[in-house]
């Protein structure tokens, strides 16, 4: 007679991702390009390219990447880069960035007869940033900087997760404050 079964748990579930992360920077004075303009200059790119993100639970295998819906799958944008520009003149610098931000989908299950539009498009966001370095003697730095974060007041896509969020966008990827503001300093000792 049998006397007793144990029944363990098992994690089955796994997510594999396949992409490529980069980043490349390169920086020139500017009297280097045959002009008359003093400075420096530095042009830097970031970038993320997700070509696979599998999410297999045991049971069904989902296709994650270029799902930039928040659901509560997951999912991530088939691409995400930043590029930047810093030009610094003496104690001052000035820095302008540009995130983009690939197109997707809502859901990548979702077919036809689930959703009448299950695209997300693609979101370009502008940065810009002025700096001024008050003391820098190799020992001590104090710097004080303004930011303005998306300059344009670009609003996100509507990519919700569900009916019962609080919001209607995905807040892990796209920007839900708007135009934005700061001062600040920064100290080094």
């Not at 001590?140 to 930011?147: A, D, F, I």
Request: glycine content about 10%; overall charge negative; charged content about 15%.
């Amino acid at each position: 007679a049998i006397q007793g079964i144990t029944a363990s748990t098992i994690n089955l579930s796994q997510l594999k991702t396949t992409g490529i992360d980069f980043q490349v920077s390169y920086g020139l004075p500017l009297s280097n390009l045959r002009t008359n303009w003093p400075g420096d200059v530095t042009l830097s790119l970031l970038g993320t390219h997700v070509m696979t993100e599998i999410s297999d639970d045991g049971q069904t295998s989902t296709e994650l990447a270029g799902q930039n819906g928040a659901v509560p799958a997951g999912g991530v944008p088939s691409w995400i880069t930043t590029l930047g520009a810093t030009y610094r003149l003496g104690p001052w610098a000035y820095h302008l960035e540009n995130r983009f931000i690939s197109s997707g989908k809502y859901n990548n299950t979702y077919g036809p007869l689930d959703i009448n539009n299950n695209h997300i498009p693609a979101v370009f966001y502008v940065n810009t940033s002025l700096n001024y370095t008050l003391i820098d003697d190799g020992r001590k730095r104090v710097e004080l900087y303004g930011v303005i974060s998306n300059l344009f007041d670009k609003d996100p896509p509507v990519a919700p997760i569900d009916f019962l969020q609080a919001t209607a966008t995905n807040p892990g990827l796209y920007d839900v404050v708007g135009r934005m503001f700061s001062l600040g300093a920064r100290f080094g000792f």
